[in-house]
Nanobody, 123 residues
Framework: QVQLVESGGGLVQAGGSLRLSCAAS????????MGWFRQDPGKEREFVAA????????AYADSVKGRFTISRDNAKNTVYLQMNSLKPEDTAVYYCAAGRKGGSSSKDDYAYWGQGTQITVSS
């Protein structure tokens, strides 16, 4: 019932920055907590960041804390992930997700997923 479309992925050098966007359909966007996850081939999808429906609270994986910032604009039905000081280990397909439990780091708590966008960090 909720459609999510990620954009902003690409190739960037280590130390650089990228900003991902996730556009959501529907009229109840503000009622959903939003999360970002990432996955490499052959590995399990891992938590990156989450934000509450109001946008007042956020949570981050230890590996990205201090470098990534999640935010949302409910008027635009969009969630963002600002990624700074990128490292080669950040290379992955990044997925946007929507769920009812705010701030959850478990992929099982998210019912709706985007198709993903590839981020590749060189060097």
């Amino acid at each position: 019932q909720v459609q999510l479309v990620e954009s902003g992925g690409g190739l960037v050098q280590a130390g650089g920055s990228l900003r991902l966007s996730c556009a959501a359909s529907g009229r109840t966007f503000s009622s959903y907590a939003m999360g970002w996850f990432r996955q490499d081939p052959g590995k399990e999808r891992e938590f990156v960041a989450a934000i509450s429906g109001s946008g007042n609270t956020a949570a981050y994986a230890d590996s990205v804390k201090g470098r990534f910032t999640i935010s949302r604009d409910n008027a635009k039905n969009t969630v963002y992930l600002q990624m700074n000081s990128l490292k080669p280990e950040d290379t992955a397909v990044y997925y946007c997700a929507a769920g009812r439990k705010g701030g959850s780091s478990s992929k099982d708590d998210y019912a709706y997923w985007g198709q993903g966008t590839q981020i590749t960090v060189s060097s």
